[in-house]
């Protein structure tokens, strides 16, 4: 087999160096317009209002380190901050405490209405929150959790649940029984069987789903914009409007305030980004 | 498993005592216990989203006042107003296209990106971190920055092409409000394609090498591998993917509402921003209803297909 390889290398390297070449330039291309938005808006959090309004230039001519530090004292930045943190870590706590045992039922029993149940978590995936607003708003009315975090927390809570009994139900699927069916013999409940012996292994697969519902929740806009009316319980992403005024845009402060929300969500999702695919894949096509 | 299971000395006389009941109690406990561990799960969706989903269908048939109190049932009155007024032909159209060209155009681009990316070569895993980007990034901000480029008086894509020397005055991008919704079409694009990136990508990283050596050897060409091998293994991640992508597409709200609020005159409009503006600015509760209603059903269709698909490949598997 060397050998036909061997008579016609030239022709399939030059070829390969082109296709290289090619390669190369659709990636670069596929980067540069990727991080273009983000460029623009580091550029523009460093500029001063006149030099944004009068165009002309890219770079700030003059780095204006201070809106980044201007932010916080022009708008309750802390305090968004704070309210994104609570809102995305309790919505984090609940999904995870609702979905790990329903996951672990999935996937380790059989009962009746296993599929009707797997089912509606599939179907539920159809109805964003936006659709079910004015159900949610009364509900939230109802429960005395309109402009409450805690309310937030719920609702992001419930709508990641099929998410969440997704990933893990696949997550705890591909792990074998036999350890936990040990662990059963040698007197452990279903729960410390679950909790020592099947979770610790689980970790890559429920760290992934807790980082992704985590991202989720702080990413959160329509419910918050429609639920929230005190600035003090705003979250960021709703928070940073305060510098999209009816008068006049402050982009300056808009995107300096975005890109204190964005950091922190794209370090977490790069960590996740290749456990959450392969989880999300044989979730979805395996079953 | 078995029944019986050894107690712990501690416990084993609590136990003793409740012996005579405790393997009939053990068996009804058996087949009671999922659903105690899938009872969280089941109460928060209960509560957050059926109740929801009740709710607006009860409205959708319902005399609303603006107060958001229910005066009886008026058949199916909130529906024909919906449907005979001259916008709402309109926001479905947009709803439609806004919807197709998002999915397909992002779909065929995420899975050539993902074509791409599954190359070996320097600095692939940078390149895949960067393309994660949008993905993470939430959309009010994704929108927001593109409303700024796109600006004529001072964005920074006028200013960009001129500093390159390919428009010599500044250019108006968004001269209708057409042109304003190929805009938001195309920022919903930058956004969606990651997600059928990576979901292509852990698809083709489960194909065995050994399938395209053996093409090769058969004399197989790109393309032919291409859709004789790749697609075919990718076809159920792909299927996963665009049904997904056509959930969210649909139900895609912070874009429009960041970049243009649907206005001028519906014009940019899709059903979840009419229904907004509909129960929250006019106080039209019902008709916002039974907008949302439509727009289930609309959906319906396509989840019923997923959850067919998905059920049916679950149950290979048992």
């Known amino acids: 087999m060397s050998q036909p390889v061997n008579t016609v290398k030239k022709p399939v390297s030059i070829k390969k160096t082109i296709l290289r070449v090619l390669l190369y330039f659709v990636v670069l291309d596929v980067c540069v317009i990727t991080l273009y938005?983000?460029?623009?808006?580091?550029?523009?959090?460093?500029?001063?209002?006149?030099?944004?309004?009068?165009?002309?230039?890219v770079l700030p001519v003059v780095p204006l380190w201070s809106n980044f530090i201007d932010i916080w004292s022009r708008a309750p930045m802390a305090k968004y901050m704070l309210n994104s943190v609570l809102i995305a870590g309790g919505s984090t706590i609940i999904a995870m405490l609702c979905g790990i045992p329903a996951a672990y039922a999935l996937a380790r029993m059989k009962f009746k209405g296993q599929t009707a149940?797997?089912?509606?978590?599939?179907?539920?995936?159809?109805?964003?929150?936006?659709?079910?607003?004015?159900?949610?708003?009364?509900?939230?009315?109802?429960?005395?959790?309109?402009?409450?975090i805690l309310g937030l927390i719920f609702i992001n809570a419930a709508f990641n649940q099929a998410f969440t009994i997704w990933l893990l139900r696949g997550t705890f699927?591909?792990?074998?029984?036999?350890m936990e069916q040990a662990a059963t013999i040698d007197g452990c409940t279903r729960v410390q069987s679950m909790m020592k012996v099947l979770l610790p292994v689980a970790a890559p697969g429920i760290v992934t789903t807790l980082i992704f519902i985590f991202i989720n929740a702080w990413n959160e806009y329509t419910v918050a914009l429609c639920l929230i009316s005190t600035d003090d319980y705003k979250p960021l992403t709703v928070g940073i409007n305060t510098f999209n005024g009816y008068n006049m845009i402050e982009w300056q402060y808009l995107f300096a305030a975005s890109i204190f929300a964005i950091i922190p969500v794209v370090i977490l999702f790069m960590c996740i980004e290749k456990n959450l695919v392969s989880g999300l894949a044989s979730g979805g096509v395996k079953g | 498993m078995s029944t019986k299971t050894p107690a712990a000395p501690a416990a084993s006389q609590e136990l003793a005592r409740k012996a005579p009941r405790s393997s009939k109690s053990k068996k009804f406990f058996r087949k009671v216990e999922p659903y105690i561990w899938i009872a969280p799960s089941i109460i928060l969706m209960a509560i957050f989203i059926v109740t929801p989903i009740v709710k607006v269908f009860q409205l959708s048939m319902s005399k609303v006042t603006r107060a958001g109190l229910v005066k009886g049932y008026n058949n199916f009155e909130n529906f024909s107003k919906v449907l005979k007024s001259p916008a709402f032909a309109l926001v479905l159209k947009n709803t439609i296209v806004?919807?197709?060209?998002?999915?397909?155009i992002s779909t065929v681009l995420g899975f050539m990106l993902a074509l791409v990316l599954n190359n070996k070569f320097r600095g692939r895993k940078v390149a895949r971190a960067i393309v994660v980007f949008p993905w993470a990034t939430t959309l009010v901000i994704q929108a927001s920055a593109w409303n700024f480029i796109i600006n004529k008086d001072y964005g920074t894509l006028n200013t960009l092409l001129m500093k390159?020397?390919?428009?010599?005055?500044?250019?108006?991008?968004?001269?209708?409000?057409?042109?304003?919704?190929?805009?938001e079409i195309a920022c919903g694009i930058f956004v969606t394609i990651p997600f059928v990136t990576f979901c292509v990508l852990s698809g083709l990283q489960s194909i065995d090498a050994s399938y395209y050596e053996a093409a090769t050897v058969d004399g197989a060409g790109y393309f032919q591998k291409l859709f004789s091998i790749t697609l075919p293994l990718v076809k159920s991640s792909l299927t996963v993917a665009t049904v997904l992508n056509i959930?969210?597409?649909?139900?895609?709200?912070?874009?429009?509402?960041?970049?243009?609020?649907?206005?001028p005159a519906n014009h940019t409009d899709t059903l979840v921003t009419y229904l907004y503006k509909l129960a929250f600015?006019?106080?039209?509760?019902?008709?916002?209803?039974?907008?949302?209603?439509?727009?289930?059903?609309i959906l319906l269709v396509c989840a019923s297909v997923?959850?067919?698909?998905?059920?049916r490949k679950g149950d290979d598997d048992l």
């Open chain 2, 281 to 297: 600015y006019n106080g039209k509760q019902g008709e916002a209803s039974a907008v949302s209603v439509i727009g289930f059903l």
């Open chain 1, 37 to 57: 938005p983000y460029f623009a808006m580091l550029c523009t959090a460093l500029k001063n209002r006149v030099e944004i309004f009068s165009g002309g230039t």
């Open chain 2, 98 to 104: 806004w919807t197709i060209a998002v999915v397909v």
């Open chain 1, 173 to 178: 699927m591909g792990i074998s029984a036999e």
């Open chain 1, 117 to 148: 149940f797997l089912g509606f978590v599939i179907v539920s995936q159809m109805f964003a929150p936006v659709v079910l607003l004015i159900g949610i708003y009364q509900v939230m009315q109802r429960l005395g959790l309109t402009d409450n």
């Open chain 2, 164 to 183: 390159i020397g390919l428009i010599s005055a500044p250019v108006n991008w968004t001269p209708t409000p057409g042109a304003y919704f190929a805009w």
């Open chain 2, 247 to 263: 959930i969210y597409v649909f139900n895609s709200f912070p874009i429009i509402w960041t970049m243009t609020k649907g206005d």
């Open chain 2, 306 to 311: 997923y959850m067919i698909y998905t059920l």
